[in-house]
């Protein structure tokens, strides 16, 4: 398991392209046939890249849990989500099965013990991206459709931000300790998201991207307001978001991502709003 520390805005001015992507991005997550998890220690959540090509796959593949969690088992004093964004695949929970299609997603409860991923077609295998947050009780696993999330249109054509948000993992859909999770998808001819910009002091958050074309990228604006900071994404890169760093992307071509927050509450609109005109 890959571990990331937590960093001060200080400390993370001065850094290098090379050091800010060692610091917060999360690149090459999916290996086949393997779990790769990185453990971020802001809010102590876990993002985890799960690929079952020829072979399904537990959760706690390759992780030694006692070592990075002091637990029995993975999800003993954690809740989840996945989605999936690739081919056909499935999702077992202590042996009930999901059948999970691109753009599903699943919120697997505190106290579950055994969970496992496994693609339905070797030539179009699944991928499931992941994260992982404390919980402090266990409420119910809840397999959420695309068809299920709640969407919300936002943006304009003018400001290069028309985008559909589906919140999936969210109060107003399935009860969580903490963790919030959904998907954020421009439109053809939109580049940018999440503008103007905000941070949340009460909350970290984790966006991966992904839909971006091989030829394309998405430049992810990250720091401090008054000095900001841009990560280059590719498809399927994640980046670690602090709570006093903004998060925002603009790409070369229309693209996704999915967005993860934990911490102190589930007021999605408790954010802080800083207008565009006082960026640096």
Known sequence: MDIRYSAHPEDAKPHTTQELRKEFLIDNLYSPDEVKAVYSHVDRMVVLGVYPVSKPLSIDSGIDIWKNFGTQFFLERREAGFFNLGGPGICSVDGTSYDMDLRDAIYITRGVK???????????????????????????????????????????????????????????????????????????????NTMPVHTHERRMEVYTYFDIPEEQAVFHFMGQSDETRHILVKNFDAVISPSWSIHSGCGTANYAFIWAMGGENQTFDDMDTIPTKDLR
């Open 114 to 192: 055994t969970v496992t991923f496994q693609s339905k077609d070797q030539a179009n295998p699944a991928r499931f991206y992941g994260v992982c947050a404390p919980a402090h009780q266990s409420y119910e696993t809840k397999f959420i459709t695309k068809g299920d999330a709640v969407k919300k249109h936002l943006g304009t054509k003018e400001t290069a931000n028309q985008r559909v948000l589906s919140q999936y993992i969210h109060p107003d859909v399935v009860k969580t300790c903490q963790l919030m999770m959904g998907l954020t998808a421009l439109e053809p001819g939109n580049v940018w």
